[in-house]
């Protein structure tokens, strides 16, 4: 449910009248809302309304700054695990298969959500985590640059996966997006080109 208004005072007015109606109409269809899994995130471009609460909704951490550092330090942790068990695995089975093993374990956490998270600062957390899987598939040493490991091994870094799967999300909904000439109806060279909206952070 999303509810906005110009001042917290109303914010929260309309809020508490919204979650009513949705309480009344969950009980009218014989449902219940799960308080335990309900949460109220409040965003605002000024820093001063911000609760530093978070919630996850379908595996994905969202807090209230969109800063997704919650959801990263919750892929890290997943990537971590992940990277212990290729490491044993290595010992008793060939190349090939640890790779299978890799996108099984390890890429599947890297690519949930990825259009979400994968552009923010904090990223390059998992980032770090995925170049060490990297080294332990192929025997490298600690510090080894992974940029030949990962065309050899064809596997994709994360900045190229984040960009792969939004320009994907972009073709897949292309026709929904604005173009430049349905702003302004001059003849320029880029009137065809999607439009990119601006925002005051």
Aim: proline residues 2%; aromatic residues 10%; hydrophobic residues 40%.
């Amino acid at each position: 449910i999303i509810v906005k208004d110009k001042t917290v005072k109303s914010l929260c007015i309309k809020a508490k009248i919204t979650l009513q109606e949705a309480t009344n109409w969950f009980a009218n269809n014989n449902l219940m809302l799960n308080k335990d899994k309900t949460h109220i995130l409040t965003f605002s471009a000024s820093n001063k309304i911000s609760s530093g609460l978070c919630a996850k909704v379908l595996g994905i951490c969202v807090d209230d700054r969109l800063t997704w550092i919650n959801h990263i330090d919750y892929v890290v942790s997943k990537l971590s695990k992940s990277l212990f068990v290729l490491r044993t695995l290595k010992r008793a089975i060939s190349i090939k298969t640890l790779i299978s093993c890799y996108f099984s374990l390890f890429h599947s956490h890297l690519l949930y959500g990825v259009t979400l998270w994968g552009n923010a600062p904090k990223s390059n957390k998992a980032f770090i985590m995925q170049k060490k899987a990297i080294r332990v598939i192929v025997g490298a040493q600690f510090r080894a640059h992974c940029q030949r490991y990962f065309r050899q091994l064809r596997i994709m870094p994360l900045p190229s996966i984040f960009m792969y799967t939004a320009l994907l999300e972009i073709h897949k909904k292309l026709s929904t997006f604005p173009t430049n000439d349905t702003t302004h109806s001059y003849n320029t060279r880029n009137a065809k080109n999607l439009r990119i909206p601006y925002f005051r952070l």
